[in-house]
């Protein structure tokens, strides 16, 4: 169930469907998954030991997170509340809004994070220091 945040944004984890077999399970994204068109996928692979990614927050841009291969950690953050959300299953997705500052973090070896977005890559779409982040989602008060 998603979590509510001071400006009404929700995110949640979600199942993705699982067709079991036993030659190996096969997991699908498609448009009727996600909330959003797919304009965008990529992936982040050998991130280093203590290695961090993400530091940003998206203005408009909404993405699902899935971990393909081992596990890693997300912290989300509203400008109010923070919560971290692990994630180690190819058969759940966290769907992140626009409006939330992400970290991740505590990437186990050989991991995968796969990113379903709804835009392609937009500089002017991300918020890359905190502080600017804070007056964004400030700006809803």
Known sequence: MGNTFKHTMKFEIIDLPKIKDPRGNLSVIEKDIIPFAIERVYFLYDV???????????????????????????????????????????????????????????????SVCLVVSSGVFDEEDYIREYDKFKLFVNRFS
């Open 48 to 110: 280093p030991s203590g290695a961090e990614r993400g530091g940003h927050a998206h203005k408009e841009q909404k993405e699902l997170l899935v971990a393909l291969s081992g596990s890693f950690t997300v912290l989300l953050d509203d400008g109010t509340y923070r919560e971290e959300v692990c994630l180690n299953a190819p058969d759940k997705g966290l769907l992140i809004p626009s409006g939330y500052w992400r970290e991740l973090k505590k990437f186990s070896s050989g």
